[in-house]
Structures are given as C-alpha cells and as structure tokens.
C-alpha cells in the first residue's frame, strides 16, 4: 500500500499519519486497494475502584501479537493516555505492561507528539475569545470551561479576574473538553471548523452565542494542525498501534478518534478498538455515539476483561461482569471472557472455566498477560477466530436521534445498567437543568433531543448502589450540560464527577 | 558530519535535535571533526511600541540567505514563537516574512512540535505539587505561578479554591516562566533536575522549601524529553535555522537555548543570534545573562536593526536608536546598522546614509528584506564581513556575580540604558521587596548577589520617561522577584509588566 506512505510522516519514534486526507483519497479513488477491516471491541468489566484498570490494554497488545502470531493482520486502535494524570501518579501509564506493551511507553505516556497541549491551548483560546466577546457587550455570561492537563484539584472551583470581577469559573481535565469530542468525532478539518463554530461560547441575556460569531476558524485548526492526526507505534513484537484521541469514558465519551478506526479499518482485517473504563461507560459510548450517532463500525466480536479478583471477590458486586458478557451477546456480538491474571493466580485457572461454564459463557480466554504476553493466548483463540471469521461487518444500527433524552436514558439504564424506565429518577433539579438546556439549543434552532447522550457518573459504579439487590437499583439524574459543537447532551448519572481531578500521589 | 546524523530525528516537517547528547559526544571526542563558529547579534532599536517589531527574523533571514550566498557557512538561531500571542491576533508570528521567510510558518508559529506545550505542563505540575504539599502540611504559600501558553487577561488575578480557601494567584504567559529558563540555561536533562529541584515552591512559617523535597524530578523530564530538543528548519532559500526556547526578552531573558546556539556554532561558520526585542532587552540579556553568567559565547559582531520609521520620526526618542549601536562598539562588538525598509520608503536611502555617516556609524546595510529577501543584501555586506573576519572568538567576559544586586541594577542602567547611577531610584516597597528576596535566598543557603539580574520592563521605554532630555531621564526600580531554579533575580523597572497578557484581537 504506497499510497499510504505518502500520507505517513516520522515524527521521532513515531509515525504521525494525516488520516483526513488518507481517507479522503479512498474516498475519492474507490478502487484504490484498501481493505474492510472488522472492529473488535476489548472492553472491560467495571472496576473496583476508578484508579484499578483491568488491563484492557494490556489485554489488547497480547490479543494482537497473538493474533499476528496466527498470521491474521491484526491491529489496534488506542485513546492516549493522559498525561497530567501519569504525571501527578494518580494512575499508571496506558501503553501496556511487561511483554505486552508497547515500544517507548516514555514518548506514547508522556505527551506523544503534542497533541493533547494543542487541544488544550485551542481550547482555551476559545475562552479567551469568549472574554473578549464580554468585554465588548456581545455575551455576558461564559458557558466554556477552561481546561489543564494537569490535575490540580483547587481549579474545580475558581474566579478569574479576581478582587475586581471576581467571575466564577471551572477548569476541566483536557481530555473531558467539547474541542476533544470534535476532534474524536470529526472527519475533516473542515468538519472541526463546523463543530468549533456550532459551539455555544455563552449568553447574552439569556440567549445563546456561538463561536461562528465570534472567532475566525484558522486559529483553531492552525494549532491543531498535527493533533487531528493518529499516531502509529508498535508492540515490543512489531505489532503496529494506533493511538489517537482522549481517554475518560466516565465523564465524557473517551473513545479513539473515528478516523483512526477508520483508516486502521482500511488497511488491516482485524482492528481492535480499546474502550473503558468498564463496558457501562466504553463500550456503551462506543456503541450508542459513536456506531449509533456518529456512523463508527459496529464491532463484530468483542472481549470483556477482568481480573479474578474483580470478578469474585466482591460477592455483591460479583453480577456486573456476567451483565456486560450477556448485554453484548444480546446485541449479537459474539462476546469472549478474558480473565487477565496477576502473579499467583495460575491454580485459579479451573475454577474461572468452571465459573465460566456455569454462566454459559462462550470459551474464556485467561492468561497472565503482563508475564506471557501474547504467547499466553496464540493457543486459546481458535473458537474467538472462528466466530470473528463467520460475523460479517455488521451495518448501521438503529440512532436515538430526535428521541427525547429522558427516553434515551432511561434505555441506556435498561440496557447497559440493568435498571429499568420505572427506577430512573430525577434528583430535584434535574427536571430545570434539563429544560434551560432544551431552551439553551431551542435558541440556536437546534433541538436537543437530537443530541446524542453522553452519561457522566462514576467508572466505578453502574447504579446508584451496585451492591444492592437487582430489584431495587436506581439511577438518579442529576443534571445536563450541553455540547452544541460536539452535538452532546451530558447527562449527569448517579455519582457523577463533573470535574474530575485526581489527586496528586 | 556523519556523526550528527545520529543525533537528528525527523518530526514532521522539522528536524529535531538531541543537542544535549550532540554536544555530549563532542565534548567526549574532542578530535571528532567540528567547526568553532562566530556569534553575530542581531538585535533592534527600541520599538515605539511593544507590538511593533522593527524586523530582527525578517533580517536574521535574509542574512544567512545572503552570508551564505556569499560562501560562507551561516545559520541562525531563532527563539521558538509564542504560538498564544499570535492565535490570539496580538502580534503576527515569527517566522520572517516575504522572501526572508523560514519555511512552514504554519509549524513554527503554531506550536513547532509541542515544546511549549510540554513546558507548560511541567510548570503546571510543580504548582500541583506545591498544592499537595500544603494539603500535607509541608507549606503554607505557593510561590510558583501556574502559567498559560493562551493570553488571557482574566487570569493576570485569580482565586483558586473559590468558595472555601479562595487563594490568590497569578498567571504568567508560559514563555515567561521559570521552567522555560531553566531550559534555555542548561546543557543536559541531569542539570534541568538539578535547577527544578532548586526552584523554590514556597514557603513554610516563612521559610523556604524547594522541589527537591516535595516532588521526583523523573515527572518533569519526563514530560520535557522532547522540548529540550531545538528544532532545524529552513528559509524559503534552504538556508539552515534552528529554533528553540521562548521569547519574550522584555519580562523574562528571552533568548534561544544555550544549547542550540553551541550547537550551531559546532556546525557552522557564523551563527546568527537573534535578540530582542531592541537592544536594551535582548542584547543585554544575552551579552550580561547568557554570556557573563551562564557562559555562553560573546558576539564577534553584532547588527542593530531598525526601520526608518522608527529612527527617524520621533523626535524625542531619536538617541536611542544611536544609543544602542554605539553602547555595542564601546563593548568591542563591530557593530552595524541595518535598516529594514518598508514599501515606499526606498528614497529614503541617501538619506540614511548620510545620518548613519553624521553619526560615524559603520557603513549602514539597507533594504526591504521582506521585498528582496537576501538578494538585497549581498552586495552590502563587505565591510561586515571584513570585520566579522578579522575579529576573533572572544572569550569569557567578566560576570556581576557576588556584587550587589542593586549595584549590577546600577551598572545595566548605566550601560544599557545610559542612565547613571544616582538616577537610579527606588520605588516605595523595593528595598522591602529586595531584603525579603534575599532571606527567601538565604533560606536555602544561598546568596542573592550571586544569582543573575533580569531586567523586567516595558519593551518600548529604556527609562522612566524617553522623552525627558538625557539628563534628566531615571529608573526605577519597582520589586524583585526570585527564580532559585534557573538561579535569576528578576527587578522590575520603569513600567514593568510583571503578567503580560495581551489583548485578543
């Protein structure tokens, strides 16, 4: 595929690809060679505590290098990791770990190619630019947030202009931002541009404002010249890796950008695409915005992670896993358990397929991956390759679009969640924040039923109480933010971080 | 020079270098084969006003294209743009303009690979450090400014923790910051730890604590591995330009990395070093800071850049541009005028001449360099290049260390801005401000005669007031401010802006 070098540039120890006009030239060239590759969704089950990871990336480069051992072209696909938050120790690096990871996890952890600082500066020149508007009468009130890489946990809450203004403002994690879902959602920079603009900056008197009317574009797409393209690295097996867009499932749609699964798509059979946190928060954002409202491939196999002692320890808990196996395969998603062990666990072995054969669940594939790689898994793949080679590439699936939000969510609760219509509830509030948002995009003729909904809760939790019993869970409301641009409704769920900054370790 | 290849990877567009490690390897291999090449200053007249360059890239370009042009081995070394300042519509960008341009002004302009990004970020999480560490008890007031690559006025005063603590703070445009110092002065990742250790975080009781005992230095270097690499890049003609390190000469010292003009000057004949914005800012931060205190090498000639405008039409403040050029000569620095030509301005030419002749000027070198690029130069350049020829490589000039501060504030008056010292006055407060700095010092058991002085002022005004007659002109000096890390005592004099934040326009 020489066509697809033309589109590749060396940017130090990896590869940056300009995915728009890669995918533009097949557009343009339908008989161009390219292939049809199918997604493969490696999801997880929810975890214990937000700062425990089951390994879904870990998981993810075994699960490729096995997969290449067995000559099927396979790839993957994912979010870069947040560097403030490995920096502050709040949480490891993403690339991987012991023989399965990825090469030079100090570039992939630490920043990449810039793209997470670009985002965030063109973020905050939007605010900026909505100041200037106030300061010159066209908007009195600021809806953008500002956002930092770093945590820092005092900036939940600040004013700006401080002893004269005093003007209350938040600061939100970079990755969380509008301008990150445009760039994981949009296919051309043009397409960012739209987005940018359809982005409510604030109000004046009561109406809504837009960037279209306040800024020239250029500036925006100028920084993020080199941020809209997907990185291309590799395992410490060869394996290639794409990794582009921003993580944090929980509170915003922390997926890979739709581009990279694209052009990753064209040019391998197999893509893996990482989403977590757990399957209530990846894989329900992977399915119901990006497949369902945003035309991403609706996967053809997916995996489910866990660790042994996620899975069993916490008896009251214990439902969440078998949950998220069963919701895929009732999606028709042929869907395979993989318990990703920790040293010491090898005599658990018997016991989780026993578990496994007692819940129906299809083969479980369990290794320890961060010791054996993806040697630990060549072998146990056969009936994981068979069903992926018989699922074809699935078409579009049904949207949500125009909707009434309450209804979205309260299927989203049904079906990711497990709690029904008659068990989602409304924290008092929720019912005016939900109004003064349809109002907010009533003012910029828009309707926000035809927004897709984004929940925001906790990683860690499903319902309002997991460890009650299954007849009296709850989801609870709480409130809704609007994303014009990125054309999402965030719904605030149970116990929800609206702005999450970890704690420095 | 096969042997720097191996140091140079390809970023994109750019190249970037591991300078540290290049100048490393030489110093290891002192016959590996490399050149010693002069220092020409380029630096400015005082521009009338902040925004307003007179044109010092523009020349820098359109020298080495001419220099080289000429056969002789030129290059330059740029500071790396604000990539804010000029989204943000306060100033264009800084990459030349017309035939003297580099390459790509959409990469360096806007971000060039992320280095400001990154430094930003590191900055960002000392201060989240220093807020753990008051959580903890181990401090009680965070002296280390949080910063933003944007401009945006509001954030000149804010409160953090708004609704409980309500803590005061400040924000600093990046480039400005004690980090990007600290990495214009150091010459490899180990003394970077070592001077972030050193910088001081805050203070406890009244006492001093710095980084060392509050954070692991592998979280900053880490996030800096790619930052601390200049970039190469090209004019429009191929001529070879580094870029590295932030601007910004009037409120910090604003001049490229130590370690790029080393390297230039290992790789080429004569290396171009631009300083501004006029000569009372960046040449004095290069001759006093860069050269006396931080070693790094004295200028064989240098060139004063000015436009006709500038010189000539404003009565008051017409003895400053002569000021600057003989200030250089007295220093034994060949010293030429150049005057950079706008449209409509090329009658003006025998004019000049024969001021500069009044003057006893060396013979001044005239064009429109954005119209001509360096084919408006080449011919003009004999005596320069005789004089560049016979001066040698100077070397190491008396350094202010252990003198008093204030006396080094006198001396830099006297010199740079021709104001003697009985004219030197203090503002109500500095002498407070001054013995507080030096406690905070010498709480860490270090002395505050001993650290640089940074001149922080307006870039337009040398003194309290210009346009007073010369012996009357004073200069005050306003409050002083310690960076412990990058070892610099920062005074504010005359109209100092101690948090520029330029307009958006």
């Not at 699960?63 to 502050?88: C, N, W």
């Not at 690339?95 to 100090?106: D, M, N, R």
């Not at 062990?341 to 669940?361: I, K, Y």
């Not at 769920?493 to 609206?498: D, E, I, Q, V």
Request: glycine share 8%; with cysteine; hydrophobic share 40%.
């Amino acid at each position: 595929m020489a066509i697809f070098d033309d589109f590749v540039s060396q940017y130090g120890i990896v590869k940056k690809i300009d995915a728009f006009g890669y995918l533009d030239y097949l557009k343009n060239n339908p008989d161009a060679p390219r292939k049809h590759g199918k997604v493969v969704l490696v999801t997880a089950d929810t975890p214990l505590k937000a700062s425990r990871g089951e390994g879904k990336t870990t998981t993810t480069i075994a699960l490729i290098d096995a997969l290449r051992k067995r000559g099927i072209d396979a790839t993957a696909v994912l979010r870069q990791p947040s560097m403030g938050i490995t920096a502050a120790g709040s949480k490891g690096g993403a690339s991987g770990g012991g023989k399965a990871s990825l090469t030079h996890p100090e570039i992939i952890d630490w920043g990449l190619c810039g793209e997470m600082g670009a985002i965030e500066a063109a973020q905050n020149l939007l605010v900026s630019f909505a100041e200037k508007a106030v300061d010159e009468g066209k908007l009195d009130t600021v809806l953008v947030p500002r956002v930092s890489e770093v945590p820092s946990r005092s900036l939940r809450s600040i004013a700006v202009d401080y002893g004269k203004g005093n003007v209350a403002e938040k600061m939100v994690l970079t990755p969380t931002c509008e301008l990150m879902q445009i760039v994981v959602f949009s296919r051309s920079m043009d397409e960012i541009s739209e987005r940018v603009g359809k982005m409510i900056a604030g109000t004046l008197e009561g109406k809504p404002v837009t960037f279209a009317d306040l800024t020239d574009m250029w500036r925006i797409t100028n920084i993020l010249t080199d941020a809209v393209k997907p990185a291309l690295t590799e395992t410490v097996n060869g394996s290639p890796v794409y990794v582009h867009g921003g993580p944090f499932a929980n509170v915003s749609v922390g997926i890979p950008t739709l581009v990279s699964v694209e052009m990753a798509c064209a040019r391998h059979d197999v893509v893996i695409v990482e989403a977590g946190y757990g399957a209530d928060a990846g894989a329900q954002k992977w399915l119901d915005i990006a497949s369902r409202e945003y035309g991403a491939q609706w996967p053809s196999a997916a995996l489910v992670v866990t660790r042994a002692t996620t899975w069993r320890d916490d008896p009251d808990r214990q439902w969440r896993y078998p949950f998220h196996v069963n919701r895929l395969e009732k999606l028709g998603i042929p869907t395979f358990p993989l318990i990703n062990l920790w040293e010491g666990e090898d005599d658990q072995v018997p016991a989780l397929r026993e578990t496994a054969a007692e819940l129906n669940f299809r083969s479980p594939i369990i290794g320890n991956l961060f010791r054996d790689g993806g040697d630990g898994l060549t072998d146990q793949l056969d009936d994981f390759v068979t069903a992926l080679e018989s699922s074809g590439v699935p078409g579009a699936q049904a949207s949500h679009k125009g909707e009434d939000v309450v209804d979205t969510v309260r299927w989203i609760a049904a079906n990711a969640y497990g709690v029904p219509a008659e068990r989602v509830v409304f924290k008092p509030g929720f019912e005016e924040s939900l109004a003064e948002a349809r109002e907010l995009v009533a003012g910029v003729g828009r309707d926000l039923n035809d927004f897709a909904v984004c929940a925001v809760k906790s990683p860690a939790t499903m319902t309002d109480d997991d460890t009650a019993p299954a007849e009296e869970r709850t989801v609870t409301l709480k409130k809704v933010e609007v994303r014009a641009g990125s054309g999402v409704v965030q719904v605030n769920l149970t116990k929800s971080l609206t702005t999450p900054m970890p704690k420095i370790v």
